[in-house]
């Protein structure tokens, strides 16, 4: 079974034992890219904190009105280096994953002011508060979070913004590298480019707003659409690189 079918195998296990035994249920952390497949009915997606870019499913019954009961199945751990350095996303994940923690219980991990915050499962936050003691060369302390939705959390992206002939995903590509679209469609064909995670040759596709490009070797980004028309008449568009 291939990693999209099997993970969506475990969705479908996770919905049918909502109805079956009529509770709430909890699925691990989605990635931005696989979220625009889920399609189950009465669910609800967190990640702990508003604009939140990883994710828990949450699958309701028929009872529940809201998931906000259900928000605290996230945990946040405050990671504060000895030395101040609010050290990169990679470092942090590099460390705790050390540990022997999986990915799909992992969060985003954010920084604020002079320390990070890593989103987990609420399961595992225990584990970490105690056994993440260094980053990088950087020895830290972690504490729980009481209340992480007051935390001011940054997001992790970078806006750019510029003007393309048409919203097609080669002009997208073109844009991004810097390239030609000649050179962008060739990329497409050799496979280096993800719409929502899935793999695309057509380079005459036209992108939607909301959707997540990845370009091996370049990165991830979300396209938040046209806005308005250059004097050229070229179409204004933004995205966001996740940084």
Sequence with gaps: MDEDKLFY????DLDRKRWDKNVPV???????????????KNIE?????????????????DWAEDA?????????VKIVSSDKTVHDHRDYLGSV??????????????????YAVMFCLKEIAPYIKENLTQVGRSS?????????????IEQN????????????????????????????????????????????????????SGDIISVRGLGKFIFDGEGGKSKKGRSVITVRKLV
């Design 140 to 152: 830290v302390t972690c504490s729980i979070i009481e209340n992480p939705q007051d935390e001011e």
């Design 68 to 76: 906000s009961d259900f928000y605290d199945s996230v945990s946040a």
């Design 97 to 114: 994953m050390g540990l022997g923690v999986k990915r799909e219980v992992i969060g985003d991990i954010a920084p604020v002011g002079e």
């Design 9 to 12: 195998s475990r969705l479908c």
């Design 45 to 61: 997606m967190w990640g702990g904190y508003e604009g939140a870019q990883r994710k828990i499913v949450i699958f309701l019954p």
């Design 157 to 208: 992206y970078r806006e750019i913004t510029g003007t393309v002939s048409s919203c097609r995903i080669d002009c997208i590509v073109s844009f991004l590298k810097g390239t030609s679209r000649g050179k962008a469609a060739e990329m497409l064909k050799s496979g280096l480019v993800k719409i929502n995670a899935k793999e695309t040759q057509d380079a005459s596709k036209t992108l939607r």
């Design 26 to 40: 909890c699925s691990k952390f989605v990635g931005i890219e696989q979220q625009a497949d889920i399609k189950f």
